[in-house]
């Protein structure tokens, strides 16, 4: 496992890959309908609230990060202080996946947020995909409640400075 990652704000120009990365079968399991999530994260290119990355480490590129206001949408995570992150990411390499990297790049990444004045990071894993809730557990996120949220039953989690 590589020990340094790096968040590089994503561009139109990483579309053709974040298609492909949204088409594998472990993302789209969790994530849904290709097309419809590509649309939504093409969408959010220009969109203020919303900041959006590609993950890299040492071998390349190979996951995507997103980082939200979370007034800015009805995501249904209850009234949060005052300059919460929501995140949402996935690895989409297939080699990348069950090497430790999900928890040690959302630690880094979250690290990062809070050293700069954001007061907590929220996430809304499907409470069926234990692999995320662990990856999140391990990044330091503690589990709170079930919620409803647009897209289905969530689990919410948080992380505070």
Known sequence: MAGVYHFRPMTSADLPQLERWLALPHVREWWGDPAEQ?????????????????VSADDGEFGYIQCYDVTAWESGFGRQ?????????????PGMIACGHGSALIRAFVDERLARETPRVVTDPSPANARAVRAYEKAGFRKTTLINTPDGPALLMIRDR
């Open 81 to 93: 202080p005052d300059g919460t992150r929501g995140i949402d990411l996935f690895i989409g390499e």
């Open 38 to 54: 590509f649309a939504l994260v093409s969408g959010d290119l220009d969109e203020p609230a919303m900041d959006q990355f590609i």
